[in-house]
């Protein structure tokens, strides 16, 4: 079967790149594309300007649109810091260490990440530790002490817990729920 001559070739539907797009339409383009990623969630400095390196915007543009949603207030490290700590120590029981950690990755200042990881003071850190604990045992019936001491120690230690703190967490939820000695009792942490 033979196309037929008077067929015009398919139009492309691929977008202009952006190093294509005039001055004033690529600073357009680049402008809708943070308000896009704002109205999602609140975006650090660093997210935004990765989102449009990866798009192809040109650092200029970038800086200069970064620059102006900063002035504008749009753009604030410390209050995404605060709100992202909150937010993840509440709901994913993350403690200090874990949470600097992701701040870092999403581009903000390591003492603007320590700042705000450091609203949360030991007592509630340790009262977390010890929810998570609770509601993973209530999970592990069966489970001899030591595979349950394993595992507790390790779910801690990835959310970031000093071991310090895990250790004793752990070895006083186990008495809790009835263990006479726990695998815990003769560690010493570092």
């Known amino acids: 079967m033979s ?14 790149p952006v190093s294509e797009l005039p001055p004033e339409e690529a600073r357009a383009k680049a402008k809708e594309t943070c308000f896009d990623l704002l109205a999602a969630r609140p975006r650090t400095k660093e997210e935004l300007r990765s989102a449009l390196v990866r798009k192809g915007f040109e650092g200029e543009v970038c800086d200069e649109l970064l620059r102006k949603l900063d002035d504008a ?7 995404f ?8 120590h509440t709901h994913q029981g993350l403690a200090k260490r874990a949470l600097v950690a992701e701040l ?3 581009g903000v200042d390591s003492e603007v990440a320590a700042e705000a990881a450091g609203e949360i003071d030991a007592g509630a850190e340790e009262e977390r530790a010890r929810e998570l604990v609770r509601k993973k045992l209530r999970t592990m019936t069966g489970v001899d002490e030591q595979k349950a001491t394993r595992r507790l120690l390790g779910m801690l230690a990835r959310k970031g817990y000093p071991q310090g703190l895990s250790y004793g967490v752990v070895r006083e939820e186990l008495r809790n729920t009835g263990a006479e000695s726990t695998p815990l009792d003769d560690a010493t942490p570092d």
């Open 73 to 79: 207030g749009l753009i604030d490290d410390a209050a």
């Open 104 to 106: 870092r990755r999403k």
């Open 3 to 16: 196309e037929p001559d008077s067929a015009e070739p398919r139009r492309s539907r691929a977008r202009v």
């Open 81 to 88: 810091a605060e709100s992202w700590v909150r937010s993840r």
